[in-house]
């Protein structure tokens, strides 16, 4: 599920029931914070008057006015080709972002050049329009992404004063190596992008949807490509001037860049996640031994928690799970572990086994999610509200398995999940809204073609990723509450197998700690949880001038709310009439700026 590490990430929901699965519309850019995308490549800025083809300004007109974005630039010598004798000074402009009509966007103010004539034009005739261009690195210079089952890329646009003609290119690598030829290679075959034509309208923001099916190459003039979208490198919007000059310049802005309703394989990224270290043998000191499947019953953890198989059957999916190491449960999606002998990694013991069969894409109301299936177990004790605290256990802080697959998919990846909450700083307003939504901690493994093989991992070396809608926050695995493990496949239309054995936290005594209620501090707040009663504070250096306090149960509902005063004690807010179950302390206060953030958050029980 994880394939993507980006600002706004890749995972599923955390859920203590649901399991998690893959969003399928991938953010290219909604924050437009800076000059990098979520993908963390650049954004760019381009014009007329750099370009080196025979038929181009440069070329052709070089005492004529060119086109210029109006933001800061430096100037350099072109040096096409590494030509030290080509001194034609080209712009080297600075990237900037505005807000515009209540959204953060990409904006290109500009003024147009004059029209030139290259060859083609009739004698005399200026038949060139002038153009600038925006565009955005999907990937590293010199490599592609394979964007197989992107469906569309969705994009919201507006201008300032006139209709602008634009066409949306998507750039590929091999036209982005053909038009790195000396100008004394090309033989009037010039080069085009595949791309869609439209026109900018100004006002309020306009929804675009640009179907991949719908690209096409410029015109006859352009070089024939077969359109290779297993290696794309660039998205770019090109608007066109007239050869009248009737528009003289503009502002084009862009926003909420993303691809959609399809299954992104970023190789690049897959390959850059993979742990490729394999452990020689099981560690000296059996102490912390999770799961080792041999002892009745099988299918228990060291923490007396159940280990499962999962697919995406829960969601309305139609990956299946071999009956042949599974049974399924009353809950849809979820199936109980046979742990069979000869399955363990010694060929003679028991180990958790899965064979599996991804089923096709799963349309949901808001996305489409490939297949996916897993084994997994549980470390809450969702009646007691306690987590598995690995620090206070004498954890190394690693995690050791042994693990096999047998065909199918490409790599297996490991989830660990804390219990910590994340919510979206960057949207206060929406901050009474709360999507219980976890950060995931994984790491991929690569494929072992029927060969049992041995790992032992940091657990911090696992990546953060969590849900896209969320904003992202980089922040260290909490080890003193651990809620799941899990081992999970993707795909679509994907067979195989995989097992897991021999699950350990080396140095740990394997104990379920109670979970703190005690004093939790925050930048401004502390929360104090007893005798029924969740009590806020002010912290001395607090800057917060107001705020609130709510109390949201396991569904995230909001059961309970009270205003923050300006005293050390904020807040007093009773429980008394809480049913017995897990709920979440929240704060947010308020800066003198009026900016909204969530300074604390902590679970308590009542029981």
Not at 475 to 487: D, S
Request: aromatic share 12%.
């Amino acid at each position: 599920m994880h394939f993507l590490k980006v600002k706004a990430a890749l995972t599923g929901l955390l859920n203590l029931i649901v399991v998690s699965h893959l969003f399928a519309d991938v953010v290219v850019d909604m924050t437009f914070d800076d000059n990098q995308n979520d993908l963390e490549y650049y954004w760019y800025y381009y014009d007329d008057n750099s370009r080196v083809g025979s038929n181009d300004r440069p070329q052709v007109d070089p005492t004529g006015r060119p086109s210029v974005i109006d933001v800061p630039y430096t100037e350099r010598e072109r040096h096409a080709f590494d030509d030290k004798a080509d001194t034609w000074l080209v712009k080297s402009y600075k990237f900037i972002t505005s807000e515009s009509r209540g959204k953060k966007c990409a904006m290109m103010p500009f003024t147009f050049g004059d029209p030139w004539s290259p060859y083609y034009c009739s004698k005399g005739n200026a038949c060139a329009a002038p153009y600038v261009g925006i565009g955005t690195m999907l990937t590293k210079e010199g490599a592609g992404i394979d964007l197989t089952g992107v469906k569309s890329i969705h994009f919201l646009t507006k201008s300032r004063v006139n209709p602008l003609t634009v066409r949306f290119n998507l750039q590929t690598l091999d036209i982005d190596e053909y038009s790195y030829k000396e100008v004394k290679e090309y033989n009037d075959d010039e080069y085009g992008y595949y791309g869609h034509t439209f026109i900018v309208t100004p006002g309020e923001w306009q929804e675009y949807d640009i179907a991949i099916d719908s690209l096409m190459l410029p015109g006859m003039w352009a070089h024939e490509f077969e359109f290779d979208i297993k290696h794309c490198t660039n998205l770019s919007w090109e608007v066109q001037g007239t050869l009248d000059s009737s528009i003289t310049g503009d502002t084009l802005d862009i926003a909420d860049v993303n691809f959609c309703t399809g299954w992104i394989v970023l190789r690049d990224f897959i390959d850059s996640t993979l742990w490729m270290k394999e452990e020689r043998s099981f560690p000296a000191d059996p102490a912390g031994l999770f799961a080792s499947f041999d002892d009745a019953p099988y299918d228990r953890s060291a923490l007396k928690t159940t280990w499962y198989a999962f697919s995406d059957a829960g969601i309305g999916g139609r990956s299946m799970v071999s009956t042949d190491y599974a049974i399924v449960t009353d809950v849809q999606g979820y199936y109980t572990l046979e742990c069979a002998e000869g399955t363990g990694s010694d060929g003679i013991g028991r180990g958790a086994v899965l064979q599996y069969e991804l089923g096709p894409l799963t349309v949901t109301l808001t996305e489409e999610v490939p297949g996916f299936s897993g084994i997994g177990c549980s470390m809450f004790d969702s009646i007691s509200g306690k987590y598995w605290n690995a620090a206070a256990a004498g954890s190394s802080g690693d995690i050791y398995f042994e693990y096999l697959t047998d065909e199918g998919a490409d790599y297996l990846t490991l989830e660990l999940r804390d219990s910590i909450l994340v919510f979206n700083r960057n949207n206060p307003e929406k901050q009474r809204y709360y999507y219980l939504t976890g950060a995931v901690y994984f790491r991929n493994f690569p494929a072992t073609n029927g060969v049992w093989r041995r790992v032992r991992i940091p657990m911090d070396s696992l990546l953060l990723c969590h849900d896209p809608r969320q904003v992202y926050v980089d922040r260290p695995l909490v080890k003193t509450h651990l809620a799941r493990i899990e081992w999970t496949v993707h795909g679509s239309g994907v067979n195989g197998l995989f097992a897991i054995d021999n699950v350990c936290f080396p140095g740990a005594g394997v104990s379920v700690d109670k979970r703190y209620t005690g004093t939790i501090k925050g930048d401004a707040f502390h929360i104090i949880c007893r005798n029924r009663n969740v009590r806020i504070f002010r912290n001395d250096a607090c800057k917060f001038t107001g705020g609130k306090i709510s109390i949201i149960d396991a569904r995230g509902a909001v059961v309970a709310r009270a205003a923050v005063g300006d005293g050390g004690t904020a807040a007093t807010i009773s429980t008394e009439r809480l049913s017995a179950g897990m709920y979440f302390a929240v704060v947010e206060g308020m800066d003198a700026f009026g900016k909204v953030d969530v300074s604390c958050v902590v679970a308590f029980v009542v029981k």
